[in-house]
């Protein structure tokens, strides 16, 4: 017992004695070299009045970015029909880089191929070439308080969606169920607490699962889907989610039709946040039309309809 005392004493003082770097090392690394690119995300659809296009930069891995440093000032941005200059964002007044330019019903035609061009000096020209989608033809949208059990046992809801699928084309549809919360509580006459009707706010619901066989998870808290095993026929596209408010409320669904750059984008944007979340997971990196560029350019046909 006293020689295994003896023992761990000597042990420890020699551990004791060793110096810091014995225990740390720093180790240089090269960083890896990359192109310095634009980054833009944009997505235009045909009911947007309006439409902001904001620019940022890449860095490198190791790079230390102060806040905000990724957001590009003074860069030109351009929308291109045929060949010919067809709409010219202009450059935030506040000095903020953010482009904006006014949309109006007809601007983007269905079957028109449109291209977004970026220009700044310190960088590569960006572009992408997107064709505006056909609407979607919806034959009928349906709400169901009780959609189903989850494998746990909690209940949530459905959402339904009836298309009508054009046949001889590859279709791409994207799916959101959008819940509006009112956003505070006032006093009426006789001192009651109740909803402000005038102040609320939509968020997109998070799909927790669907009956389709076809749906994939998408980014933004939606379901996409394509025509592959559906191509021309009519077609039943379920949404299930937790309805969370305990009183009477009105959703919007929105409905678009999208194009395939779209469909793989919003995909693997949601493939890569729970890559993110899991150290065992392959990494996974944003699918991206921008030539010279980091990000897509994509336009889609969008239909909202107000389900009660």
């Not at 060949?83 to 880089?97: C, D, I, M, V, W």
């Not at 609407?135 to 298309?163: M, T």
């Not at 009477?248 to 793989?264: A, K, Q, S």
């Amino acid at each position: 017992m006293y020689k295994s005392f003896i023992f761990i004493f000597l042990a420890a003082i020699s551990l004791a004695s060793c110096t810091e770097d014995f225990f740390s090392q720093t180790i240089e690394i090269d960083p890896p070299a990359y192109d310095k690119q634009l980054v833009v995300h944009q997505l235009i659809t045909n009911r947007d009045s309006s439409i902001h296009v904001e620019v940022g930069r890449n860095f490198g891995i190791l790079e230390n970015v102060p806040d905000s440093a990724w957001l590009v000032r003074g860069a030109t941005v351009e929308i291109w029909l045929d060949g010919q200059k067809y709409l010219t964002f202009q450059q935030s007044n506040l000095g903020l880089p953010w482009h904006w330019a006014y949309n109006t019903i007809g601007l983007f035609q269905p079957g028109k191929e449109y291209e977004i061009k970026v220009q700044h000096p310190d960088f590569e020209e960006v572009t992408a070439k997107q064709t505006m989608q056909e609407n979607v033809a919806v034959d009928s949208v349906r709400f169901r308080e009780n959609g189903g059990i989850l494998p746990g046992g909690d209940k949530v809801s459905a959402i339904e969606v009836f298309l009508k699928d054009v046949a001889g084309a590859k279709n791409y549809y994207m799916v959101q169920v959008i819940s509006k919360q009112y956003n505070g509580y006032i006093q009426d006459s006789l001192g009651n607490w109740v909803i402000d009707s005038t102040q609320f706010y939509f968020y997109p619901l998070y799909p927790e699962t669907s009956d389709d066989p076809n749906a994939r998870f998408g980014a933004y808290n939606s379901m996409v889907v394509n025509d592959q095993f559906f191509d021309g026929s009519d077609y039943r596209f379920s949404f299930k989610f937790y309805k969370y408010s305990s009183q009477d409320e009105n959703f919007r669904v929105v409905v678009r039709g999208i194009t395939e750059e779209y469909y793989r984008f919003l995909i693997t944007a949601i493939q890569k946040a729970d890559a993110e979340e899991s150290p065992f997971a392959d990494p996974v990196t944003d699918f991206g039309n921008l030539k010279n560029g980091i990000g897509y350019f994509a336009l889609a046909s969008e239909q909202v309809f107000e389900v009660f």
